[in-house]
């Protein structure tokens, strides 16, 4: 079974610069992280496990948020999306 993790820029650094990676054998949103870079996964888990605030995950157009979290289950092709939350600033008049 292979799953594929799309990677956000401010996190390729922690992957060789790769856009995505290929996992093998990740039934599991949870799995499927647990296989990435460790400077990666550092980055998308809070110290107890959790997705941190500021990262939202989805499989295919999917929030994991509505789909069981972490234990969200993975088909083989699957694509899992890591995306960083994009907050604060000021919008310029035009």
């Given at each position: 079974m292979r799953v594929t993790v799309r990677i956000p820029?401010?996190?390729r650094p922690f992957c060789d610069g790769?856009?995505?990676l290929v996992?093998?054998?990740?039934?599991?949103?949870?799995?499927?992280?647990?296989?990435?870079?460790?400077g990666a996964r550092e980055r998308i888990l809070d110290e107890q496990g959790n997705v941190r605030r500021h990262v939202n995950v989805f499989v295919g157009a999917t929030d994991?948020?509505?789909?069981?979290?972490l234990a969200t289950p993975l088909a083989d092709g699957a694509s899992v999306f890591v995306i960083p939350a994009v907050s604060g600033g000021r919008l310029q008049p035009a």
């Open positions: 820029g401010p996190l790769r856009s995505q996992v093998e054998a990740a039934t599991t949103v949870a799995a499927a992280i647990g296989q990435l870079p460790a994991i948020r509505e789909t069981g979290g």
